[in-house]
């Protein structure tokens, strides 16, 4: 038996999210299935991060076993042939049998998007978030500045988040503009349930004026979540990568 490790993008907007759902079309339900199909096995994969309804990844990572004796690094071209164009494998390799993708250390990249313009962008309509009211990104880059180190993130994750851990580490945050696109990137070794969109629903507070630079630290400590912004809508976000430092290459 052998364990590999696929990386995997994909367009979220028709998905119910990445983990199984009965009668729901999701990620990794279409990657069981064709992988099932593709090496004759009942294959279920154990999936990294678990991106919600509409959330889209260029990098999200899966492991899963096999007997196949098709190469690893083979499985990503044979396997793109039979998923939908909507999700691609981008890149796949053998692992070792006791590497879990949720169980080890690791590095997650996010971005959310915001395209801050009168109107709307119809091409990017599906993978930014529409806020016409103009941003004010210093205001916002000063409140991310909080959130770097090591705190417990509580009051930005959802009150339905079943983990008892809310201490998370936050690497680095900050937004960067491109004429009308403003884009949130995000780096830490674990993020909560709803984590990166709250926190991003609360830095827009931020930019519209509806809340200082200087309350986010307040919000951060006072560890409730009705103490920050909204959640903000799935589109926007991209799990950019994941990196695991004791996984050595081959």
Known sequence: MKRYMLTIAYDGTGYCGWQLQPG????EGIINEKLSK???ENIEVIGASRTDSGVHAMGN???FDTETRIPAEK????LNHELPEDIVIQSSREVPGNFHPRKCDSFKTYEYKVWNAEFVQPFSRKYTYFVYKKLDVDAMNKAAEAL???HDFTS???VHTQVPDHVRTIYSAEWKKEGNLLTFRIRGNGFLYNMVRII???LIQ???GERSAESLKETLSSCNREAAGPTAPPQGLTLVGIEFPDLQEK
């Open 24 to 27: 729901q079309a999701t990620v």
């Open 38 to 40: 593709l090496l004759k």
């Open 61 to 63: 990572v899966a492991v």
């Open 75 to 78: 499985i990503c071209y044979a």
């Open 148 to 150: 770097i180190g090591t």
């Open 156 to 158: 930005f994750c959802s």
């Open 200 to 202: 991003a629903g609360t």
């Open 206 to 208: 931020v930019g519209l």
